[in-house]
């Protein structure tokens, strides 16, 4: 995510939490994924997985149930978060 590379990852964070709460700008995979990758670069590995847990929280929700899916760059990241944020 640029915003990450450049050293914002709390506006990252802040904007993904404004498009989650809001049914027509739900963050996608690819944005998603961005975070989730974010944190990890930065080492936020517990906000990876939550951000993980939220983009599943979305896909099993009723109006968008199967809409929004994780792949396989999704649960690459989220093992990641898993293994380096292991103490």
């Keep these: 995510m640029r915003s990450s590379k450049a050293g914002h990852i709390r506006k990252a964070l802040d904007l993904y939490e404004q498009m989650t709460k809001n049914a027509f700008t739900l963050p996608t995979n690819v944005v998603s994924n961005s975070v989730i ?28 149930k199967g809409r929004f899916r994780a792949d396989a760059i999704t649960f690459s990241l989220a093992l990641k978060a898993g293994i380096e944020g292991e103490p």
């Design 37 to 64: 990758e974010a944190c990890v670069n930065t080492k936020n590995f517990e906000k990876a997985l939550k951000v993980t847990e939220e983009l599943d929280e979305i896909r099993t929700g009723v109006w968008f």
